[in-house]
Each structure stands twice: as C-alpha cells, then as structure tokens.
C-alpha cells in the first residue's frame, strides 16, 4: 500500500496562510483518494478535506467554508492542503489519509486505511 508524509505545519500568527504538503510512496499514488484531517487537544480527529483520483471532485469539512482547498498532483505523488486566513481554532495536528474508494459523503476517519504521521499547524492570535 501507500505510505505518507506529512510536512508544511509550524508556527504561524492569526491570518497567515500555509501549505501542507503529503507526499506518496509505494503503490501507484493515482489510484488512492486522498484526504486530510485535523485533531485538536482533547478532541476528535475532523474531516477536513478529500479529493478523488484525478482531482476533478473535492468535498470538505462545514466549518472550513471556503478558507482550505485541497489539491494533488499525480506527477509529483504529492497532494495539498492549502491553509488561508488562519485562526488559533485551526491549531491541530493535520493527517493526510488516502483510500482507494472515494465518496464526497465519506469523512468519517474509519472510511481512510492509510495515514500518515501528522504535522502540527500552531496558529497565535
């Protein structure tokens, strides 16, 4: 299967924007729906954002309204998670997830079989 790294988190102040990057090794990187989720202290892992094989149908979390956009490139083996407008609430260990089913109705964190280690997105006021 797949394996997956995460990279782009740090320390940022209220307002700024980031880059995830998760970056794919192993199996063919186009036949996996990609995904991402966050967890804060003390709260569930969250459905943030998915994208399908081809990067043509994205779904994302109700909170996000417009603020993040996934992405991938299949000739890098690379998908994206694009962070606008930060605020201290997006403070989270952000996960890059992928699976070979894709459905815009799946966000819960059982409908994803591979993960990656996470990278921690610290935003201050």
């Known amino acids: 299967q797949v394996q997956l790294v995460e990279s782009g988190g740090g320390s940022v102040q209220a307002g700024v924007s980031l880059r995830l990057s998760c970056a794919a090794s192993?199996?063919?990187?186009?036949?996996?729906?990609m995904a991402w989720f966050r967890q804060a202290p003390g709260k569930e892992r969250e459905f943030v954002a998915s994208?399908?094989?081809?990067?043509?149908?994205?779904a994302y979390g109700d909170f996000v309204k417009g603020r993040f956009t996934i992405a991938r490139d299949n000739a890098r083996n690379v998908a994206y998670l694009y962070l606008n407008s930060l605020q201290p609430e997006d403070t989270a260990v952000y996960y890059c997830?992928?699976?070979?089913?894709?459905?815009?109705?799946?966000?819960?964190?059982?409908?994803?079989?591979?993960w990656g280690q996470g990278t921690q997105v610290t935003v201050s006021s």
């Open positions: 192993g199996r063919t990187f186009g036949d996996y729906a």
């Open positions: 997830a992928a699976d070979r089913i894709y459905g815009s109705s799946r966000k819960r964190s059982t409908d994803f079989h591979t």
């Open positions: 994208v399908n094989w081809s990067g043509g149908s994205t």
